[in-house]
């Protein structure tokens, strides 16, 4: 019995999948209502961490119905969003309480 449940976590383990670094992360900072870079290429078919920091005096907000995240960044502070794995194309995103703040993920 000891040796069958042995060769069953091994066979767990090898068919496991690869414990990879984490996902790739990229940063966007909204500073003077504007995202920077207002542009973020990110690779197709993965999961990415988008950090998004705001240097505004006020709040703002991380929103995109394309990929469908709606976050509030509180002023001086960061948030985290998850997306993808999304297909090849561009996916608008923008601050809701500053609707002229618009950028975009490019995702190649």
Known sequence: MRRTARFAGLLVLAFAPPALADD????IVLKNNQ???SE???PAGAKVKLIV???NPTPSEFES???HREKIVPPGQEITVFVGPL????YEF????HPETR???VVK
């Open 87 to 90: 297909d090849p194309g561009s």
């Open 65 to 67: 119905t394309q990929f």
């Open 53 to 55: 920091r705001n240097e």
């Open 103 to 105: 950028g975009h993920l």
């Open 40 to 42: 973020v290429q990110i």
């Open 94 to 97: 923008f601050d809701d309480f």
């Open 35 to 37: 995202f920077v870079p």
């Open 24 to 27: 790739p992360s990229f940063s």
